[in-house]
């Protein structure tokens, strides 16, 4: 087979797919880019109808989020890696992706689905070529005379790069094209050639899971968070519109009025168990690279709608803290979870968060979003790197099953609501009372005035926890983590009013109150 030329036509994707990897044997091209129709090759940033300003914007903005938060670390220097992680989650940037692996660039080829508004003439995929060495020497002249305009300005340049945790990246074997030019002068000058195929709706032979993968990263996790704290403003502006002025907290005159309930006229000192030695693993990056799907693990808890929540808590706990290897499981990234009913039968989440047979189907939300597995996948995920010990993470597991399977109060007494604020997300969960006093500094009374010590008494829990705001001049840190992962994680999940986001770092929450 003799390719010399810069378009070839397939009868159909797979035997696109078989040239591109003939291309690749022979060393004639050595990245890929698969397209479901031949549109013009184009980063979403640069595509017709972008809104440029509000794109650099946004990755502005995002940039300054990644370099505030301590544990992606790795990125706080790292402009190009930033870029890739934005680019991989939605975002407009200049970055195009391509791959390594002409089996991936066929999978992306065959992604979409023809609609009737799609000429039969243009119903035409295409897998793209190129040859990194050779586009770079093509690019070197043209990018030296833009950077003399412009410093640090290449028109078109490859990036490759392992960003850590982008699991995403590395399972699609991906590089990119950074590119400030328009199609035509980027066909003109990279020596690209397409492989043309008659398009269908005919799925690929890769499943998603291969280049998408369902388990959340460290990285994923903390992205949740992100994109719920973009939500916010227009979350904010819809709510002024139904209450008709702006909703505001002050935050400052409530400071002001905590202060004066101590002695000194300011809060306690940060208590000493959240020194830095303590707290720094939890605001550690890990590096946690991707494994593939050799990688998988499957556990399969049954529960028994018709026992109690404290029976539920035992079997749950027991399974997954004596019949399961844990420390194992935590180094695994692709695990299957299946929560399932004696009958076998998979467990959702209604819409009144009651537990059910049926998934939930609405303009909202679907079927692995209220899954009880997800949900548990979320805890297990976001728990599974951080110092927390298997106990709490089966703790927290058991516990939201318990009381998903009949109420929190068939495990908690006395309930205190709590909100939180920790990694600029919130929270809403609730605990123990007495659970919520006892994780406090033995000391905190002897910071404040003699005066307020009967109303803080008579308030119980409330008392205490309206002093201050701050977990760190509240909490005891070792058992601040016990009441965290074992009650404030479950039933966050519980109550799920950021939907999927939860907060999981005990060392990233800045305010804890009464709900």
């Not at 904010?236 to 202060?259: L, T, Y």
């Not at 929270?427 to 006093?437: A, M, Q, W």
Request: net charge negative.
């Amino acid at each position: 087979m003799e390719i010399d030329y810069p378009e070839h036509y397939a009868g159909d994707i797979n035997e696109a797919i078989e040239i591109a990897k003939h291309l690749q044997n022979s060393g004639k091209f050595d990245i890929f880019r698969g397209q479901f129709l031949n549109f013009p090759i184009r980063p979403t940033g640069l595509r017709e109808g972008i809104d440029r300003k509000k794109a650099a914007q946004d990755l502005n903005h995002f940039h300054e989020w990644v370099r505030r938060t301590p544990e992606l670390a790795s990125l706080h220097d790292a402009p190009d890696a930033v870029l890739a992680v934005a680019q991989h989650y939605g975002m407009p940037t200049p970055l195009l992706d391509f791959t390594t692996d002409p089996n991936i660039a066929g999978h992306f080829a065959s992604l979409g689905k023809l609609t009737d508004d799609i000429p039969v003439s243009q119903r035409v995929g295409t897998i793209i070529c190129a040859n990194r060495q050779r586009l770079a020497d093509s690019w070197r002249d043209i990018n030296e005379r833009a950077k003399s305009k412009e410093p640090y300005m290449d028109l078109v340049r490859v990036v490759e790069l392992d960003v850590r945790n982008l699991w995403r990246l590395q399972a699609q074997r991906g590089l990119f094209l950074k590119i400030h030019v328009d199609p035509n002068l980027l066909e003109m000058f990279s020596h690209l050639l397409h492989i043309y195929f008659p398009q269908s709706n005919k799925q690929s032979t890769i499943e998603d899971r291969q280049v998408y993968p369902p388990n959340r990263s460290h990285l994923e996790t903390l992205l949740d968070q992100y994109f719920l704290i973009r939500s916010y403003p227009e979350r904010r502006q819809k709510m002024n519109e139904v209450f008709g002025h702006e909703m505001v907290i002050a935050e400052d005159r409530v400071r002001a009025s905590q202060k004066k309930q101590f002695k000194t006229g300011d809060f306690p000192p940060i208590h000493p168990s959240w020194n830095m030695l303590a707290i720094s693993g939890w605001l550690e990056e890990p590096d946690d690279q991707f494994l593939g799907e050799g990688n998988l693990k499957q556990v399969t808890i049954v529960v028994d709608l018709a026992q109690t929540a404290a029976e539920t808590f035992g079997a749950v706990w027991k399974k997954l803290m004596l019949e399961t290897d844990l420390v194992s499981l935590r180094s695994a990234q692709n695990v299957d979870w299946r929560i399932e009913t004696i009958a076998g039968e998979e467990i959702y989440v209604d819409g009144e968060g009651s537990p059910t047979i049926e998934p939930v189907n609405s303009e909202f939300d679907d079927e692995e979003n209220d899954s009880v597995a997800g949900i548990v996948a979320i805890i297990f995920d976001g728990m599974r790197l951080k110092p927390y010990s298997s106990n709490h993470i089966s703790t927290a597991i058991a516990a939201y099953l318990g009381m998903l399977v009949e109420s929190a109060d068939g495990l908690l007494e006395d309930i205190a609501d709590i909100e939180m604020i920790g990694g600029w997300t919130r929270g809403r969960c609730f605990c123990n009372s007495t659970d919520l006093l006892h994780a406090m500094r033995c000391d905190l009374l002897e910071y404040v005035k003699n005066d307020v010590h009967a109303q803080i008494e008579q308030q119980g829990w409330r008392g205490s926890l309206g002093l201050c705001v701050d977990p760190q001049r509240l909490f005891v840190f070792d058992e601040f983590i016990n009441l965290f992962a074992e009650q404030l994680i479950p039933t966050q999940a519980l109550l799920r009013v950021e939907k999927d986001v939860f907060v999981l770092n005990p060392a990233r929450v800045e305010q804890i109150g009464e709900s």
